[in-house]
Every structure is written in C-alpha cells, then in structure tokens.
C-alpha cells in the first residue's frame, strides 16, 4: 500500500468549451439576454440604461448598453464579472446607494453577452477613480480542448467616458434585428419591472417597479449614423375591465380573493382552501395578485363602461398581451403570462369545461399580474437559465391558488351575468315569494298561447285584424323574455347532462358494489373465529361498520336509482321519505357527531304526484350544505326537520346550527352558479371538478317550482342559523 503522501490528488478541470454551451444553452431567448444586461444595471444603481442596436438589421451588427450606475473597480471586475458563479450578490443581495433588492443572482449577464455577439467589450468607472477599466473578451476564444483558465484576456485603464457607470459593447451580433424585433424586445423589457399600480405590498422590499423616476431604459436603432428612438406605446386598458380579481395570502396562510365589478354588482370576500386535509397555503407567504377580465363581443355586460369599438381593440391586444404574468422580487419571470404559456391551467380547464358554463375563461379573457416577494431567493428560485421557477411545493401551491381563485371568480360571473340576462330584482328570498314562478313546460305553454293568438281566425275583420296586431305587439316583449329565459335554461342543461351521466355512474356502481356484500360480511364473520386479538377485534369491527356505512350508501341510491326507472309520478308521502333518509345517513351522522330531528306537526302528509327520486335529490343538497355549514362554525352539529300542513300546502323546515348565510347571499344561494366551495384543483379527477358547482340548490329550486311549490329562506328556531322552508301543495 502506497504512502500517504504518495497519493496524488486530483480535481475538476474546466473545457474552454462550457463557456460557448453556457451561452447557447443556458440563455436560450434573446428577450431573457438583453434583460439579464438590464437588470445589472438596476443592481448598480443606475437610473437611465440607453440601449442601442446599431446597423443590426442584418447579423454582424453591433449592441451598445450604457449605464449611469456605480460602475466596477478593476478588483470589482475580476472577482466579479470575471469570476462564473461569483458570489458577490448572495453576500450582498442589497444595492450600496438605493438600497434595491438586487435582480441577478445566477451571475448568468456574462453569459447573456455571449448569447448575443461574438465581442464583449467593457469600459467601467467608478465615481472615486480617475480612470476607467477596460477589457475586451473574444467569446471565440473559448473553444474546445482549451483549458478555461489559461485564456486570459488584457485589463487595462483608459480615460474616463464619464463620471460613473458602465458601457457594454457587443460586436459581431449573431442575429439580425429588425425594428419590429427591436420593438418586440423593447416591450418585454419595459415590462420587465412590476408594474408600480399593482400594489403597496412589494415597497416594503424596495422591489423594483415600473417608474421612470427612479429607472429609466431607452431603446434606439441606429442605422447609417441615424437614430431611431422606440417609442413606447402602450396604453393603459385596465380601468376598462369586465371585473378585478384581487387575491393575497394573509398571516395564517390563507388564501383570500376578492371579486368586484361595478357593472355586473358584484363585490364578493372568499377564502380559497389548498385541500380537503390542508386548508392552507403553508408555503406561501408575500403573495398577491390583480387580474383584470375582459368579455368579449358583450359590451351590453359593462353597462356603457367600453364601446364596441374599444372591446374588439383590448381583443386584438390579448393576442400579444393578455394571460397572467409573474413577478418575482419586482422582476418579471419568463415564461410566465407569455402567449403560449398556461402556468395556471386555465386553458386546460377551459378546454374541458367550455360547453358547461355560460361565461369565457381562458387565459385570452386575463391581463393579470402576481406579485412574489422573496428576498433570500429560498421559497421561489429561479431555474439556472431564469426561464421559469424551479416547481417546488412553494410554486405549485401558488399555481393552485391562482387557479382555484380564477375558476372561483367565473362562477361569480356566471352567476352574476345569469342574474342580468333575468333583468329581475328580487329583493328579498328571506320571504315567500307572492309571484308564483313558472317552470320551463309552463313557459313554453304560454309561449305557445301568444303564438295561437295570432295565427288562430285567418278570416277576421279588419278591425279584428287591428286588434290581434295590437294584442301581439304587447304581447311580442313577453314571448321575446320567455325565449330568453328558455335559452338560459338550455345553458343550465348541458351541466345537468353532466351530472345525469355522474347519475347514471352511480347506478351501475351501487348494482354492481351489491354483488360483493354477502362476500364482504361472509370473510368477516370468518376473521372474527380467527382467535384475533383484542386489538385485532377492534379493527375488524371498525372495518365492519365502515362497510355498514358503504352498503346503507349504496342501498339508497340503488332503491332510489330503482324508483327513478319508471317515470310515473305518485302521491309522496313526506314522513316516509325522511324516515328513509335517516335510516340512509344515520352512520354519518354518528361518525360526523350531528345531531338529527323530526318534528312531526300533522299526519298523512303527501304532496301531489311526484318521483320519490327527486325528495332524495332535495334532501341531500340540503343536508350536504348543512354538513359544510356546521363544520365550518366549528360546532357540535345539529340539524332540525319540521314536517306539516298549512293552506293545502306541505312544509318542511330544514334548520341547521352551521355559519347561517350571510345577509348579503340570501337573495344569491337560489342562483346558477352561486357557491362558496372552493374549486378542486385543475388536475383532480373529473367527479371533484363537477362538485361545488353551485347548482345544488338551484336544482332544488327547479323542482320545487316544476310542481308549484316554493323554496325560500325563512327565519329560523333559536338555537338554529339557517332554516330553508319548503312548500309544495298537498295530494288530496
């Protein structure tokens, strides 16, 4: 065995080579090039960056960016710029003069310059130093089978080309660039800075935002020793906006949005849940977002807010402009809100989604920002090329809080333009409402009478003639309302159809799952003369009543599933109907620790002819919103069910002790659309996506109306909070 200290020691050895893979491959978008240059210079305190590209129309021409900053020291520039990796800005992330949290920390802006030309030349100067440090870096140099540090470049002092700051030159550059590439370039980079009317949260960082007073880029094209400056023309859309969506992650991690529309009456508070285990965002703090939504071709929704002519403009705009952008630290991210870029998964939803709802979502219809603020880079990091944040824990569960409060935010728009299609005000749902609602077979009744109106007699007088003409044209606006109305309801359809198809699913699932209960019960009644232990014992009994609960489930809605085949109609008798119910859910309730009653106040109480099917329906959208409600208040639960006659009408009181509705949604929980659920994730299952739709109560409300009865809010009994009242006639 050789001496120790004959062992020879070994390290990395570096190929020239890296340096032209890093540049090629590590930048990969000139946009991401000229902006790493960009920040530089807001990291040494400039406040004006002039950016020229010189006779560059074809390749070969020339870059020039030059800086008012605090310029480097030649000891600055070999151990800084000099040094790949250098980890000067982790040591000192805060600018020396304005106290700015610095953008680069990749040290990747040397690579940048090779991406871009062929020659680097640097002339820098400090406010101290009589002269200023030059060095010229030929990136060709850096071949392979080169050892990187034996290729070393001259250093040298020159005269001063101004008091501080830095100028690059790129020579030879390795693309051409025409003006409307310059200008493409131009409008990422001035977009490269938070915008400053976002919000107050990132001045606490001293982050960087859009302000020409404190940091300026101008962007020239010089051709044949004439200057073209590019104009920034971009004009402010956002005070035209459909709706704002405003939402922040607060000191518990939860996540809030806001939804307002000054249009459209909407101005909504609602906490957006990350799971059904973890209801907050615990790896989210300093987030906040604003996003502006546009509808298209409806300028009647902005109630003389736009003109037509304005909203095919902000349409032409969102083919360039529109998605939702990040800003980390001040900086905008790539690819983020980029056209092709769907880091929310809004598309993808909408995709899917787009035949079930009456309102547009999709990254075309947003022009948005988030706004991430870390300044010790350890919560959201950048990828090496700063393409994008490395998707840890922190992005994905802002990702999801962005797409949960998006899909949110439609449902109050559909709702809320379902509501202004009606053009009705119903002021108060805590009543009974006098005006008897029709359903859709009554609608087209009458639609049908206004038509035979005016077809019937083809042989009347003139004077019969005038007056049919005149009955129809005040009957024209009715038929043109119940049209409406009937179209609506088609729109609400195609969800049904969805949740029909779930229905069905759920059919041949409880008669195939019966096929397995004699066997299920049979091996346990096997285990249980196996000589278990006392904890074994335990489990299995646990095991056996879980099962209890699935078949009571499923021999529910079997027997319900059963009842729906034959489309006859029969008398109900409500008392029945609830008994079975209990019966159905009593392992629930147990294992939920709710308490459940029937105060019976009359007997034989039977309502007109109806499907069995449809009480199930009603029963466990209530009782379902009960539970939420209950767990919610954070209380020992209690539900309340009261059954009579009064007026030829049966009742039924549904009472729960949950959070009760606040008084500004009672005249809303009846709406299309109208929720407080938190959407599921855009990559849950299918099933998940379909529930907290905010249709449950509005089918109940549908067939309630569809055999003339009501459905309101009423107040509840002390010691309750919420008290639904049910009235359909009574058989007789």
Same mark, same amino acid.
């Given at each position: 065995m050789a001496e120790e200290h004959d062992i020879k020691k070994v390290g990395f050895t570096v190929d020239a080579g890296l340096i032209q893979r890093l540049?090629?491959?590590?930048?990969?978008?000139?946009?991401?090039?000229?902006?790493?240059?960009?920040?530089?210079?807001?990291?040494?305190?400039?406040?004006? *960056?002039?950016?020229?590209?010189?006779d560059s129309v074809f390749k070969g021409?020339?870059?020039? $960016?030059?800086?008012?900053?605090?310029?480097?020291?030649?000891?600055?520039?070999?151990?800084?710029?000099?040094?790949?990796?250098?980890?000067?800005?982790?040591?000192?992330?805060?600018?020396? /003069?304005?106290?700015?949290?610095?953008?680069?920390?990749?040290?990747i802006g040397r690579f940048a310059t090779q991406r871009l030309g062929d020659k680097l030349t640097i002339v820098t100067q400090t406010k101290n130093e009589k002269k200023a440090v030059k060095i010229v870096i030929d990136w060709n140099e850096y071949s392979v089978d080169k050892e990187l540090g034996s290729i070393t470049f001259p250093i040298e002092e020159v005269e001063k080309e101004k008091e501080e700051g830095t100028t690059l030159t790129i020579a030879g550059l390795r693309d051409g660039w025409s003006y409307a590439a310059i200008k493409r370039i131009y409008r990422y980079v001035i977009d490269l800075f938070q915008p400053d009317y976002l919000?107050?949260? +990132?001045?606490?960082?001293? +982050?960087?935002?859009?302000?020409?007073k404190s940091f300026k880029v101008n962007f020239n094209q010089t051709i044949n020793e004439e200057i073209y400056p590019i104009i920034n023309e971009k004009v402010s859309i956002f005070d035209k906006s459909l709706a704002v969506f405003e939402g922040y992650i607060d000191n518990q991690h939860s996540g809030i949005l806001s939804i307002k529309s000054d249009s459209l009456r909407i101005n909504d508070i609602i906490e957006i849940e990350y799971s059904k285990e973890e209801k907050t965002y615990l790896e989210l703090k300093d987030v906040y977002f604003k996003i502006h939504y546009f509808i298209y071709n409806r300028p009647e929704y902005y109630q003389g807010k736009i003109t037509n002519q304005d909203l095919n403009s902000i349409q032409q705009a969102s083919a360039t402009a529109s998605g939702v952008r990040l800003y980390r630290n001040g900086f905008r991210v790539l690819?983020?809100?980029?056209?092709?870029?769907?880091?929310?998964?809004?598309?993808?939803?909408? !995709? +899917? #989604?787009?035949?079930?709802?009456?309102?547009?979502?999709?990254?075309?219809?947003?022009?948005?920002?988030?706004?991430?603020?870390?300044?010790?880079?350890?919560?959201?990091?950048?990828?090496?090329?700063?393409?994008?944040?490395?998707?840890?824990?922190?992005?994905?569960?802002?990702?999801d809080f962005i797409?949960?409060?998006?899909?949110?935010?439609?449902?109050?728009?559909?709702?809320?333009?379902?509501?202004?299609?009606?053009? *009705?005000?119903?002021?108060?749902?805590?009543?009974?409402?006098?005006? /008897?609602?029709?359903?859709?077979?009554?609608?087209?009744?009458?639609?049908?009478?206004?038509f035979d109106d005016y077809a019937e007699d083809?042989?009347?007088?003139?004077?019969?003639?005038?007056? /049919?003409?005149?009955?129809? #044209?005040?009957?024209?606006?009715?038929?043109?309302? =119940?049209?409406?109305?009937? /179209?609506?309801?088609?729109? #609400? !359809?195609?969800?049904?159809?969805?949740?029909?198809?779930?229905?069905?699913?759920?059919?041949?699932?409880?008669?195939?799952?019966?096929?397995?209960?004699?066997s299920v019960y049979g091996h346990i009644s096997k285990l249980q003369k196996e000589g278990l232990t006392e904890n074994g014992k335990v489990q299995l009994k646990g095991i056996e009543k879980n099962f209890d609960d699935l078949f009571a489930y499923t021999g529910y809605f079997s027997a319900t599933v059963s009842q729906n085949i034959n489309r006859e109609?029969?008398?109900?008798?409500?008392?029945? *109907?609830?008994?079975?119910?209990?019966?159905?859910?009593?392992?629930?309730?147990?294992?939920? #620790?709710?308490?459940?009653? =029937?105060?019976?106040?009359?007997?034989?109480?039977?309502?007109?002819?109806?499907?069995?099917?449809?009480?199930?329906?009603?029963?466990?959208?209530?009782?379902?919103?009960?539970?939420?409600?209950?767990?919610?208040?954070?209380?020992?639960?209690? $539900?309340?069910?009261e059954v009579g006659i009064v007026d030829n009408n049966i009742f039924v009181n549904f009472h729960d002790n949950g959070d009760g509705i606040p008084e500004e949604n009672k005249h809303r929980v009846f709406n299309a659309f109208f929720t407080t659920s938190t959407p599921a994730s855009f990559d849950a299952p299918r099933d998940e996506q379909m529930t907290g739709t905010g249709l449950g109560l509005k089918i109940v409300k549908d067939i309630i109306i569809s055999y003339k009865g009501s459905i309101f809010v009423h107040t509840p009994n002390e010691k309750y909070s919420t008290c639904f009242r049910i009235e359909i006639p009574q058989f007789n």
């Open positions: 540049g090629y491959e590590l930048v990969g978008r000139a946009e991401t090039a000229v902006s790493e240059l960009i920040k530089n210079a807001y990291d040494a305190d400039a406040t004006i *960056v002039d950016v020229n590209f010189a021409g020339t870059l020039i $960016i030059s800086d008012n900053g605090v310029g480097m020291t030649e000891d600055q520039l070999i151990n800084g710029f000099m040094r790949i990796s250098s980890s000067d800005k982790i040591h000192n992330p805060i600018s020396e /003069r304005f106290q700015r949290t610095k953008a680069g920390r990749k040290g919000s107050e949260r +990132s001045k606490n960082y001293n +982050s960087a935002i859009q302000s020409e690819p983020y809100g980029e056209s092709t870029d769907d880091w929310t998964g809004i598309d993808r939803r909408w !995709a +899917s #989604e787009s035949g079930l709802v009456n309102v547009p979502l999709n990254n075309k219809n947003l022009f948005g920002f988030v706004e991430i603020t870390a300044p010790d880079g350890k919560i959201f990091e950048e990828t090496a090329s700063r393409e994008g944040l490395i998707e840890n824990d922190a992005f994905r569960q802002l990702s797409h949960k409060s998006l899909i949110s935010a439609r449902q109050r728009i559909s709702e809320a333009i379902t509501s202004f299609k009606e053009d *009705v005000n119903i002021d108060d749902f805590t009543q009974k409402t006098i005006k /008897r609602e029709l359903s859709t077979k009554d609608k087209l009744e009458v639609l049908r009478n206004l083809k042989d009347e007088s003139s004077d019969q003639e005038k007056f /049919r003409w005149e009955k129809w #044209e005040q009957n024209k606006e009715e038929g043109k309302r =119940i049209v409406e109305e009937i /179209r609506r309801e088609l729109e #609400e !359809a195609s969800m049904l159809r969805v949740l029909a198809g779930l229905g069905l699913t759920i059919g041949e699932f409880t008669h195939e799952i019966k096929q397995f209960q004699p109609t029969s008398p109900i008798d409500v008392l029945v *109907v609830l008994d079975d119910f209990q019966q159905a859910i009593s392992n629930d309730l147990e294992r939920s #620790e709710i308490k459940f009653d =029937i105060d019976q106040w009359d007997f034989n109480v039977k309502t007109i002819p109806m499907h069995r099917s449809e009480w199930s329906s009603i029963l466990f959208n209530l009782y379902t919103n009960a539970k939420k409600a209950i767990k919610r208040a954070k209380v020992e639960g209690r $539900i309340l069910i």
